[in-house]
């Protein structure tokens, strides 16, 4: 069969590109390998009653701009915010993170009145860089290579943006996004508990330590989100993630678009150095001249493309691009509520996100395990009930805990994943969370242990990174995936790339695949309707 544009990937980025294209009239077709839309952000039933966020768990980045173009509150989005979160640690202390000021301010005092004072300078700071890089999320990264009008227009746009920061806070630009988070924070903040709660956003899905080089960026690509208008927020989708990928596929069906899901991509079809469908693992053949990856960049070019179709520097050029994956999730079915010791009675910051951690230090000799190649034997946990604000998710009177966990190694030195090995890290997990949640493993009903690995195997994130490719400096804007080639084409014509692995990077935020898809209907003499990335 022949389409206009065939997509490969029913994840969120790849339906999104879908989306566009439907809407801008193009024939579309997707294809996914699972049984199921989603990606990394599904929603699963594996025990009855209870709903998982199985990969990403939480929503914030998902672009504005891409929620009104697609209508998908239209198509039952709805995104729940939740207004705070705690850290624990082992004294028994908890210090509590609101997205309300004045009780931020509040709490702060509490620990350290020198730190309520820092805190307003470190949130000042971060929100230039936020005010900074936001405006380059729904742009293509310039070729600055090229001497094509585009490329130097938009290199200029950036250079005219950076330089309108003033001398100082160009110097400050620069320091932040090669600095560690622990570096940054320590700048601003004394206490430790304190520094501990804001460093985790720094590290989450990356093999970097509080104290490498580049995690200070991380943090800021967790920052920029926002939930109805709320900048900084975050949410859950109401029925889980699987939601908003639900809602984009209800959107591309409303376009006249076709998914075809249950067999995945075998390779691309290529001649004379351009492509002209697919062929899927079942043995189906699609034809296009047009063609979106949304996998990562590896699994692109170096799983299911022919070597021969591709220039020698570029193959190389993606073999060097860093993966590392270093994180794993658990998802459990609860009986109940589970209570916390330090927590105050009927405390509101239970409904967001916790942690349990003394300092920055322990979240480095986390890391230290994981370069040993072991997972952490006291790991950085970010835990979440969503059962408390969406009871949709389980049976009345249960719950349901998202549990990510930094660090779990893809590779573990003796040996690889196994049904064992899954249940020692899992235990790992639950001891550490029980230490401060007594009753936390007497309610457990059910639980999905996921090893980087698994995410691999299940999801299609190579190495199981969940941003298809580390954030570091060297791996963003003209840089990611591959220098040359960073406005998602490929060397083969007709070829293109929409996924994370693509400007500006990974979590749920839509904007690679609306970037990719305002590339490709540039190419075809048409425009995309969405506002700022028009």
């Known amino acids: 069969m022949t389409y206009d544009a065939i997509i490969v990937g029913a994840g969120h ?35 009855p009653g209870w709903t998982y966020s199985n990969c990403s768990y939480v929503c914030s980045l998902l672009r504005p701009e891409i929620i009104r173009a697609l209508e998908l509150p239209k198509f039952g989005l709805q995104v729940i915010p939740y207004e705070s979160g705690a850290t624990f640690n082992s004294k028994g202390e ?41 405006p ?28 309108d920061l003033g001398e100082r806070d160009m110097a400050e630009t620069v320091r932040f996004w090669t600095m ?21 956003s720094g590290i989450i899905g990356t093999g970097l330590g509080p104290y490498s080089p580049g995690t200070a960026y991380v943090l800021l690509h967790h920052y920029m989100g926002e939930v109805d208008g709320a900048i900084g927020a975050w949410g859950f989708a109401r029925g889980g993630m699987g939601a908003i990928t639900r809602a984009m596929a209800d959107s591309f069906h409303a376009s006249g678009g076709e998914i075809r899901a249950g067999s995945g991509l075998d390779r691309f079809l290529v001649s004379n150095g351009r492509v002209t469908g697919v062929v899927l693992e079942n043995g189906d053949e699609f034809h296009a001249k047009t063609v979106v990856s949304g996998m990562d960049v590896r699994r692109t070019f170096v799983d299911h493309t022919d070597a021969a179709d591709l220039p020698e520097d570029f193959l190389k050029g993606v073999k060097r691009y860093r993966f590392r994956g270093s994180s794993g999730k658990l998802n459990i079915a609860l009986d109940g509520m589970p209570s916390f010791h330090a927590a105050p009675k009927g405390a509101r910051f239970l409904r967001g996100d916790l942690h349990f951690l003394d300092d920055m230090e322990e979240i ?36 349901y805990a998202t549990i990510f ?31 401060h949640s ?22 299609g994130l190579t190495e199981g990174n969940i941003f298809q490719g580390e954030l570091t400096f060297d791996q963003l804007l003209f840089n990611r995936p591959v220098p ?50 028009a």
């Open 13 to 47: 980025n790849g339906l999104t590109t879908a989306c566009f294209l439907a809407r801008a009239g193009l024939k579309a077709l997707v294809i996914e390998k699972n049984d199921y839309v989603g990606g990394a952000a599904v929603s699963r039933e594996l025990t």
């Open 136 to 163: 380059l999320l729904l742009r293509t990264a310039p070729d600055p290579a090229s001497f094509r009008p585009r490329d130097l227009s938009e290199l200029l746009y950036i250079g005219k943006r950076f330089h």
């Open 364 to 399: 480095e000799r986390a890391y230290d395990d994981w370069k040993e190649g072991r997972w952490s034997s006291s790991p950085y946990v970010d835990f979440l009930i969503p059962t408390q604000i969406d009871p949709t998710m389980a049976p009345p009177g249960k719950h």
């Open 484 to 533: 040359g080639y960073a406005q998602y084409r490929s060397p083969i014509g007709g070829l293109y790339m929409c996924g994370s692995s693509t400007h500006p990077g990974g979590g749920v935020m839509g904007a690679p695949g609306a970037n990719a898809a305002r590339e490709v209907l540039r190419d075809l003499g048409k425009r995309i309707d969405m506002g700022a990335a």
């Open 180 to 200: 560690s988070i622990a570096e940054f924070l320590d700048e601003y903040l004394e206490t430790d508990i304190v520094k501990a709660h804001l460093a985790g």
């Open 405 to 435: 966990v930094q660090y779990a190694p893809y590779e573990l030195a003796d040996g690889a994943w196994d049904d064992a090995k899954r249940e020692a890290f899992a235990k790992t997990v639950i001891d550490k969370i029980s230490r």
């Open 438 to 459: 007594p009753d936390f493993e007497s309610l457990i009903v059910h639980k999905e242990v996921r090893s980087p690995a698994d995410i691999e195997r299940e999801v």
């Open 94 to 134: 908890y210090f509590n993170y609101s997205s309300d000021h004045d009780a931020l301010r509040r709490e702060l005092v509490r620990h350290n009145p020198r730190d309520a004072d820092g805190y307003e300078r470190y949130s000042r700071a971060v929100m230039k860089q936020c005010r900074f890089i936001k």
